[in-house]
């Protein structure tokens, strides 16, 4: 079945920099959009970033725009969200997903249980 593990989560302070990972399994990883998702203490699910299964096209929440990037790795099945200039307001439990498309990443079939990131001085 479809797994998707997050990781690289952790308590960091502003201005601060993390890089989360999501190990993928169970599915074709080269056919498929991916995104980044997370949802903030009290408020719901948005969407942080995506990017084309093999085409290399990516977009970003405006509020990230700058300074996340998104990236994959087809060969080892691996997606990745390198996050830099951390505010308090980037705080939030991360979630990668899987699209059922190729180049839509809007349409989430599955994601994972989440990582937790935290940014505060």
């Known amino acids: 079945q479809v797994q998707l593990v997050e990781s690289g989560g952790d308590l960091v302070q502003p201005g601060g920099s993390l890089r989360l990972s999501c190990a993928t399994s169970?599915?074709?990883?080269?056919?498929?959009?991916m995104s980044w998702y997370r949802q903030a203490p009290g408020k719901g699910l948005e969407w942080v970033s995506g990017i084309h299964s093999r085409n290399g096209v990516k977009g970003y929440k405006v509020s990230v725009q700058g300074r996340f990037t998104i990236s994959r790795d087809n060969a080892n099945n691996m997606l990745y969200l390198q996050m830099t200039s951390l505010r308090p307001e980037d705080t939030a439990v991360y979630f990668c997903a899987k699209s059922s498309s190729d180049e839509n990443w809007s349409i989430m079939e599955v994601r994972g249980q989440g990582t937790q990131v935290t940014v505060s001085s």
């Open positions: 169970g599915f074709i990883f080269s056919d498929y959009a």
